[in-house]
């Protein structure tokens, strides 16, 4: 500490009826029938054989300056306190102290008795804030807190250290602050390369008390004169400072020794004058302070391993800053167990506790401390372990509401403890990971108030994708917990679906956006199965046997990735019962002059339908609409008309309640080989199913057959066809097994191009006068009857 040691002493006092012993420099207020009691640890050369000890005491308020017999330096001691002593005084002498046959003082010395006093307050000062400084610099914590903790406790506001300054003029700076009288010493004078060898600012700090008497000069020149002329004749006065003893660690820095009651007492070294004694004044001044009345003023939580606050309530009268006399702070099991050592800081209203060393079990603890000899508890504290928050995740509420373009939303988290959070951000997943960016979140109680087991967080909805939230404790350890904002929900715009009454099961196709997330619809209006088809969802449903005309039902749909299905109101409406076409009749316009099939429909003839439909017209419905179309597999050309509606080659009437007549030309509707079907739809009612009308068909029209003279071969003739169309014909013959092809082709008629005539041969003689003609048409395995014979 910048000077000589002055030996290491155990230094405590004792109570009657206790066994051990407080250190003097622990104790708060001297209680009646106490004893001093010194023992040596350690004793330097130079004290080993004369050295003595003195002990001066002086009253708290009225009273008289005392002295007690002086003792050896390396012998234990005792010395009976007077309950009012407020200063006691160690002096020793390396030579003995020259204070025989003094028995009293002088009675007017209430000037030396303040003297004293002030003298061991600033001491005091000087002792805490050279402890505090060497604490800090074997801790590598720096000046600042340990100036910060001298400030809280002392009450006295400390410079900010110019970090480019000497660590002398550091030291002076601070040592003027606490003690006025040494602001005329200049650390840049002769004296202050007494102490320029010291390392660190608290040897500097001690060498420069030493330095030119300040310490004893502390108190004025008078505390001087008069501990010579009263007490100590020809004596040269110097100061000390004691402090906790430091002991080497296995790593060669000093740490403070194990048995907190020993006591290292520092001093200038230098010789005396000749003729005067040296003599090393030390004083602690009592501080009568009664146990603060202080207690938790709410539920403290704090997490293991960390540091935390605890807040505390303190009664009139007592002062927080008194804690920091409290000694061997512990955490004691509020279920019996072990005690364990607590670091505390005190704080402006507030305790800390340091458990970044300790390894303190979670738990509930009181906090208790000691108080000379009695512990006083200030009130329970709960030791939290940090959350891993392996079972934390949104609510199912939480989930759905983070769609696509909701802008900011407020999640719910659940599943684990969040008191301890302190920082939440959000980073979206991808190969490369953006940098995560903080996001405002919000504790129900505030952060260390208590288990919490949810917590709100905020997330931006302008992206769809997954991302995580990365969750911080205290720790500063990151815990990621999954989220998805999903693409917006699915909307079907066909929309209301309607289901006839009188249908087994009714098959529908919804249109929309996102369906192919639809896992599956269901509704209070019968059963519905189905499943997404690409941008589309197919699927047949069952009414339900109680349901009727007119109502309406909800749709709920169980979309992928979102727990509460998503509603559609007036999504299903029950109408009535479909059209249903039960019979076609079909009729042709005179004879078409060849053999058909009941199926058939020749294009370029008008033909006569007649559609008989059940639930045709029912009240309020809109005029019912007949659909035609040309079906091979599925329906590829279709028109719709109403009734008294006319189009080239087709027009629709009513034929009665229940019917509709239908003239059309079947090749203005389909083309020749394909399916003609019709439907009838109602509005709202919808579409009966399909029924087929006939198959479209090309004919050829013939008007004329004439058998000539000419032979071609043994039996067969010739013989020419007038008409339509005779290019579709590619044998004739007799009967419908027997025929012959056709070489030619149709020659156009002149002077009328629609009209072809067609050279055919045909056996001769004919089975029987006036047989009729029988031709094939092309692709056809058998022959068609015509009207023309020969």
């Not at 512990?375 to 959350?387: D, E, K």
């Not at 044998?731 to 002077?751: E, M, Q």
Request: hydrophobic share 40%.
């Amino acid at each position: 500490m910048g000077s000589a040691s002055l030996g290491r002493f155990r230094i405590a006092v004792y109570r009657s009826d206790q066994t051990a012993g407080i250190p003097l420099k622990d104790i708060n207020q001297i209680p009646r029938d106490a004893r001093l009691i010194w023992a040596p640890v350690h004793i330097p050369v130079q004290l080993a054989e004369k050295g003595e000890v003195a002990l001066l005491i002086a009253p708290r308020g009225e009273g008289k300056l005392l002295a007690l017999a002086p003792h050896k330096v390396k012998e234990r001691a005792e010395w009976d306190l007077p309950a009012n002593a407020g200063v006691i005084a160690l002096v020793m002498g390396p030579n003995g102290l020259n204070i025989q046959k003094v028995k009293t003082l002088v009675a007017n010395n209430d000037e030396l008795l303040a003297q004293l006093a002030d003298y061991a307050q600033q001491t005091s000062q000087v002792e805490a804030l050279i402890q505090g400084l060497a604490d800090s610099e074997a801790s590598g914590s720096g000046a600042d807190a340990a100036l910060q903790g001298f400030s809280s406790r002392y009450g006295v506001a400390m410079p900010k250290l110019n970090s480019q300054t000497t660590s002398n003029q550091q030291a002076a700076l601070l040592l003027s602050t606490i003690m006025p009288s040494a602001n005329a010493y200049d650390p840049l004078s002769a004296g202050a390369s007494q102490v320029q060898q010291t390392t660190g600012l608290a040897a500097s700090v001690a060498g420069l008390f030493f330095g030119s008497n300040i310490g004893i000069a502390a108190g004025g020149t008078a505390l001087v004169g008069n501990l010579k002329a009263m007490l100590f004749p020809n004596t040269e006065f110097r100061s000390a400072i004691a402090q906790a003893a430091f002991a080497p660690s296995a790593s060669g820095v000093e740490v403070p020794a194990a048995d907190t009651g020993v006591l290292e007492f520092c001093g200038k070294n230098q010789p005396s004058k000749s003729r005067t004694r040296l003599a090393f004044l030390w004083a602690y001044r009592v501080p009568e302070l009664p146990l603060p009345v202080t207690t938790v003023a709410a539920p403290a939580y704090i997490p293991a391993g960390a540091k935390g606050i605890v807040k505390l309530k303190t009664a009139d009268g007592s002062n927080v800053k008194d804690l920091a006399r409290v000694k061997d702070w512990q955490l004691v099991p509020a279920g019996g167990g072990a005690a364990l050592t607590a670091p505390v800081t005190i704080a402006a209203d507030a305790v800390q506790i340091d458990l970044t060393k300790t390894q303190t079990p979670a738990g509930d603890y009181r906090l208790t401390g000691r108080w000379d000899w009695d512990r006083a508890s200030l009130g329970t504290v709960h030791i939290r372990p940090y959350s891993d928050f392996h079972m934390a995740h949104l609510t199912p509420a939480s989930q759905d509401r983070l769609t696509q373009g909701s802008g900011v939303v407020t999640v719910n988290l659940t599943g684990a403890d969040f008191e301890f959070v302190d920082k939440v951000e959000l980073q979206k997943q991808a190969a490369r990971l953006p940098a995560p960016v903080a996001t405002r979140f919000d504790l129900p109680e505030g952060e260390g108030k208590g288990e919490q087991r949810t917590m709100t967080v905020d997330i931006d909805t302008a992206s769809a994708g997954p991302y995580r939230l990365l969750l911080s404790q205290e720790d500063g350890v990151k815990h990621a917990i999954p989220v998805t904002v999903l693409p917006p929900n699915p909307k079907v715009s066909n929309f209301p679906l309607r289901a006839n009454l009188g249908e087994p099961q009714q098959k529908f196709r919804l249109q929309g956006n996102g369906l192919e997330r639809v896992d599956a619809i269901s509704s209070d209006a019968g059963t519905i199965e189905g499943k997404a088809d690409g941008n589309s969802w197919t699927g047949k449903i069952r009414l339900k046997a109680d349901v009727k005309v007119g109502q309406t039902f909800r749709a709920v749909l169980k979309v992928r990735g979102v727990d509460e299905p998503v509603t559609v109101d007036d999504a299903i409406e029950v109408v009535g019962p479909r059209p249903k076409i039960e019979s076609v009749t079909k009729s042709l316009p005179g004879d078409p002059g060849i053999e058909m099939a009941a199926d058939e429909l020749p294009a370029g003839t008008e033909v006569g339908l007649v559609l008989t439909v059940q639930h045709l017209r029912e009240p309020d419905d809109d005029r019912p609409k007949v659909g035609l179309g040309c079906r091979a597999g599925e329906l590829r050309k279709s028109m719709t008309l109403s009734p008294d509606d006319a189009m080239k080659g087709v027009s629709v009437s009513f034929a009665g309640p229940d019917s509709l007549y239908l003239s059309i030309d079947p090749g203005m509707v389909g083309y020749p080989g394909c399916e003609l079907v019709a439907t009838v739809s109602v509005d709202p009612r919808g579409r009966s199913d399909q029924i087929a009308v006939g198959r479209v068909v090309r004919m050829p029209q013939l008007e004329k057959f004439t058998l000539t003279s000419e032979a071609l071969a043994a039996d067969t003739y010739a013989g020419i066809l007038r008409g339509r169309d005779l290019d579709l014909i590619e044998k004739a013959g007799w009967d419908s097994r027997n025929g012959l092809p056709v070489a030619g082709i149709p020659t156009p008629v002149p002077g009328d191009a629609s009209k072809q005539t067609l050279r055919i041969a045909v056996p001769w003689p004919s089975p029987a006068p006036h047989a009729p003609l029988y031709i094939w048409l092309r692709g056809e395995q058998s022959g068609r009857r015509t009207g023309v014979s020969d």
